[in-house]
């Protein structure tokens, strides 16, 4: 009898500790994983990354396209080799700094893409999606949780990035003569678009088409999360959080290159439409 009270015990036991949950979000599962917080956002933009390319490739070709090109006494063109990119036949609403020409921007341009940027909806998605990692770490923790510290964490994400923006891509994009687009691989791969995405974080092209280091890019972002520090909470101010940020940010950046390299493939494919493509310099 003790033996049978003590089985039913540990089945309810095992039972209460059985119970069904809710299925976690993306964000909750990797806080599980306790890694870094720059490396899950970095992994949750990676994962969108490949369901694009995962999409694309189970798309089949459109009709009339991909047909092999009947002979010719004229030499056929050959394929583009490595390092080409391609560039948008008409400007994007979700990534505004995908490059839609070869040519550079002026001074007005570069304006004119910080405020595109700013408001893009990959901006707003970005924010949202920082705002929900930051809320289950509950950071800062000035914040509070619930409606109200989930819209104030959107709100600072949504200002940094206007920050960011303006400091990057307008103001010290046209100081150097930086050129702040993003120009994507024609013929992207996964590994590769994993290698190109993260170069791009140090390297970027110059008005002139040549590669430069990214200074624009990279002092960008610090100079927001140094100007953020004025409405941040006071316990988040130090340095070590403000680089940490920083770190959050690049991290970011990098997972959002990825879709960046994968956009123009992913349109062509579901549209039909063919995309330019020009050398890299």
């Not at 991290?251 to 890299?280: D, E, M, Q, T």
Request: with cysteine.
């Amino acid at each position: 009898m003790h033996w049978s009270q003590s089985a039913t015990s540990q089945a309810k036991n095992t039972t209460a500790g059985c119970e069904c949950r809710p299925m976690p979000t993306a964000a909750c599962f990797l806080r599980s994983l306790r890694l870094p917080r720059l490396w899950r956002a970095f992994l949750l933009r990676a994962a969108m990354a490949l369901c694009c390319a995962a999409t694309v490739w189970a798309q089949p070709p459109a009709s009339g396209q991909n047909y092999p090109d009947a002979p010719s006494a004229t030499p056929s063109r050959r394929k583009p080799p490595a390092g080409f990119f391609s560039t948008l036949n008409r400007k994007s609403i979700f990534f505004p700094d995908i490059a839609t020409t070869e040519g550079p921007l002026s001074a007005g341009g570069k304006f004119k893409l910080f405020v595109d940027d700013s408001a893009s909806l990959s901006a707003l998605a970005d924010s949202a999606l920082s705002a929900g990692i930051a809320q289950a770490d509950n950071s800062p923790r000035g914040y509070g949780q619930g409606g109200e510290g989930y819209a104030k964490r959107f709100g600072a994400s949504m200002a940094r990035r206007a920050s960011s923006e303006f400091f990057g891509t307008f103001l010290l994009a046209s100081m150097l003569r930086q050129d702040p687009r993003f120009f994507p691989q024609a013929e992207p791969t996964f590994g590769g678009s994993v290698k190109y995405s993260l170069e791009r974080l140090v390297v970027t092209r110059n008005d002139d088409g040549h590669d430069v280091a990214n200074w624009s890019g990279l002092l960008g972002p610090l100079m927001a999360e140094g100007l953020a520090n004025a409405y941040w909470p006071e316990q988040d101010r130090t340095a070590g959080q403000t680089f940490r940020r920083y770190g959050f940010d690049l991290a970011s950046r990098a997972g959002g290159n990825i879709l960046r390299n994968y956009w123009p493939v992913f349109f062509k494919k579901l549209r039909g439409s063919p995309h330019s493509s020009a050398a890299r310099n």
